[in-house]
Structure formats: structure tokens, C-alpha cells
């Protein structure tokens, strides 16, 4: 079945959209409490068999702490979990059919990398030669074959993170649980892991469930992703639509940069809602559905990419458009992003795409610039 999401989509791959999937992952009203402290708060959540799914949001939103109950680690004060069908209630956490990935990696620093791979496979008495075929393919899928009789030290955090991962996949699991694996390796490293994982991942077939903080990696690896704060989930969707189609300014901060601009509805007939807004000093148009009533507060979402900047004012300065002073410039090598204070307060964000060599600015500090966008480039939020 195909995905209903919006942009692109890496495979043909929705069994969430599909009435007749049954997930491998049941959550149900699931809460967490350490003392007066809720960590998790009542949450519900099915993933499916081969997905890749991401746990994203701020640092004691809870994604830990869910990650550690689906491992054994931590006991729900309320709620179930189950997989495949077998609720884990009382299962310790070696026997229940996932491993977990750690942040540390916790390879053993005494062994080798073969032997680092062997290692459950050995606490788990599998004949000699299963362990050592399982080793074997296990180094050729994260290609340290060579590496094979070196030591944790003697290796790069981008190869001590593979170690950690092929001992991680070697017992077949069928979920592996991710906590922050790349957060220690260097930006460009782990850009690059990033996509290893996907690809290893898709070839497996086996289900990975991520937590992460990081919402470039999120958007990069997963099907779907889960936002947390406070315990609870705001909203899980794939990728794409929480970058465009986000259902409150929460989530539509938090993943990526955005402009919010606030104003009244005066208008919203058959997927055409205007705002008034005293910050653009006129009137803001938009496509699309909301459940706004005339007069209620609302807010335009727009991303920064998604607006133009000009010298010269557009030919109707009324609607979708504002004014202002360029007062920052950030240059970010692909994509130059101007920050504008507006003539009627607060600042807007607009990028532009850096697709030549340029030695002189047509826009600089302190110009004088129109900011506008179609009605289609963002979303109207009401919460």
C-alpha cells in the first residue's frame, strides 16, 4: 500500500494507513511514575513489523524512559506492552525478543571485535559454528571485516559504533532499540552513518525503534515519528507531514524553523481562510482546512524557505506580505538565511538558496525588504 504522506517517501511502505495491519509493537495507556514525577503520561502507540520508527523531543520529555520499558528496563506503573502479540509483563530483559543499542556503545574494551560480536551469542550456548558464520556475516554487513581481531581502542567512534551495532543485530532481535546512537561521532560522521542505517536496516527488514533529540537525524532515517513533551505524545506522523502539515505550534517549532504570525479569521469558506493581522498590516491568505471560527485567534505557519525577500514591493503590498529591515544575515554555505525585523514588530525569517558562487550581495544589512509567500506555503495552527 502506499504512503498518503506529503513529499517524497523512501518506499512504498504505510502499514499504519493499512485497517488490516497488525502492528509487532503494542503500547496501551502506558504511564511511567518515579515518585511525584509522571515521566510518561497514559500513551498509546502501535509500530509495525520493518518500520523505523523515531522517538523525538527534548531532553525529560520521556522518550527515554518509554524506550527503556519496551527494553525490560523500567516496569510501567500503569498500562502494556506486548510484541508480536506476547505482552511482556514480567519478562526480564534478556528474554524478551529485542536488544538495545546504547549511547556509550559498552563494547567490551578487553576483547576483540570478533569477540565483542560473539558475545551474546555465546551467553546464549549457540554451536560453535553458528557463532562464528553469525560473526562473519555480521562483519560483512558493517564492513570491518578487516578489523575483525582489533580492540575497541584501536578503532574510530564510527567504527566502534558499527562494532556495537552488528553485536546489537547478531542475535536477530525483532526490534532493536536505538538510545542516541550517533550523538557521540562528529556532524559529518554522523550524516553519514545515518544513511548506513537506514540501508542496513531496509536490508534486514527488521524493526528499529530510535530515540533521538535531533530532528534532522529523525527526519533522515525514519517512517514515522513520534513528538513528545511532557510525557505524551503531540502528534506521530511521517516525516514530511510533520514538516508541513504539523497540528500545533509546538510541533511546528520544534521540527525545523518557522515563522508564526498571528491574527484574527475574518474569512474561512471552502479551503480559503484569511487572517487579519496587525503584524503584516493587512490581510494573510491561505488554502486550506481549519476549524477556526470568524473572529478566533489564529496563527500562519510559514517556513523560511517558503517566503521571498525583495528590494521591491510585490504589486498588491495588502495581502501576504510584510516589511522590514534586514538586520542578520547567516550564511550556511548552501542556503543564506535573512533575519528581518518587521516595521510593525517581531522578525520574520526568510532563505534563499546559494546555487552560485556569489561575491556581492544584492541584499545586505540594514536594506530595506518586502517579505511575501503564496497562500499555499503555509498552514493556519489554532493551538
Not at 25 to 48: M, P, Q
Not at 170 to 176: D, G, I, N, S, T
Not at 225 to 248: K, R, T
Not at 276 to 288: L, V
Amino acid at each position: 500500500m502506499s504512503a498518503k504522506a506529503l513529499g517524497p517517501v523512501r518506499r512504498k511502505f504505510a502499514p499504519w494507513n493499512d485497517p488490516s495491519a497488525v502492528p509487532l509493537i503494542k503500547i496501551r495507556d502506558v504511564s511511567k511514575s518515579f515518585g511525584s514525577f509522571t515521566a510518561v503520561n497514559n500513551v498509546s502507540l502501535d509500530i509495525y513489523e520493518r518500520e523505523f520508527f523515531a522517538l523525538l523531543g527534548p531532553s525529560g520529555c520521556g522518550k527515554t524512559t518509554l524506550m527503556r520499558m519496551l527494553a525490560g528496563f523500567e516496569i510501567p506503573s500503569a498500562g502494556s506492552i506486548s510484541i508480536a502479540g506476547e505482552d511482556l509483563a514480567g519478562t526480564p530483559p534478556h528474554k524478551r525478543p529485542v536488544n538495545m543499542m546504547f549511547q556509550s556503545y559498552a563494547l567490551f574494551p578487553h576483547m576483540s571485535v570478533e569477540k565483542n560480536i560473539a558475545f551474546g551469542l555465546e551467553m546464549d550456548k549457540l554451536p560453535k559454528g553458528e557463532i562464528s558464520a553469525r560473526v562473519d556475516e555480521m562483519l560483512k554487513l558493517v564492513k570491518l571485516e578487516e578489523f575483525a581481531k582489533r580492540k575497541p581502542h584501536q578503532l574510530s567512534g564510527g567504527q566502534r559504533q558499527r562494532v556495537a551495532l552488528a553485536r546489537s543485530i547478531a542475535k536477530r532481535p525483532k526490534v532493536l532499540l536505538l538510545d542516541e546512537p550517533l550523538g557521540a561521532l562528529d556532524k559529518k560522521l554522523r550524516e553519514e552513518t545515518q544513511f548506513e542505517l537506514l540501508d542496513l536496516q531496509m536490508a534486514l527488514g527488521m524493526t528499529f525503534v530510535i530515540v533521538t533529540h535531533d530532528q534532522d537525524e529523525a527526519m533522515t532515517m525514519a517512517d514515522r515519528i513520534a513528538v513528545m513533551n511532557h510525557g505524551q505524545f503531540v502528534q506521530i506522523s511521517p516525516p514530511a507531514e510533520l514538516y508541513e502539515q504539523p497540528i500545533c505550534k509546538y510541533v511546528a517549532d520544534f521540527i525545523g524553523d518557522i515563522n508564526l504570525l498571528e491574527g484574527r479569521v475574518t474569512k474561512n469558506e471552502r479551503g480559503h481562510i484569511v487572517l487579519g493581522s496587525e503584524i503584516t498590516g493587512g490581510r494573510i491568505e491561505a488554502s486550506g482546512e481549519t476549524v477556526a471560527g470568524l473572529g478566533d485567534k489564529a496563527w500562519f505557519a510559514v517556513r523560511p524557505e517558503k517566503v521571498s525577500i525583495d528590494l521591491q514591493p510585490p504589486n498588491d503590498p495588502t495581502v501576504n506580505t510584510v516589511s522590514g529591515t534586514v538586520w542578520d544575515i547567516g550564511y550556511v554555505g548552501d542556503i543564506s538565511v535573512y533575519h528581518v525585523k518587521l516595521d510593525n514588530g517581531g522578525t520574520m525569517r526568510a532563505s534563499i538558496a546559494n546555487t552560485r558562487r556569489v561575491v556581492e550581495r544584492p541584499i545586505s544589512w540594514e536594506d530595506k525588504v518586502f517579505l511575501t509567500w503564496a497562500p499555499d506555503a503555509g498552514i493556519v495552527l489554532t493551538k
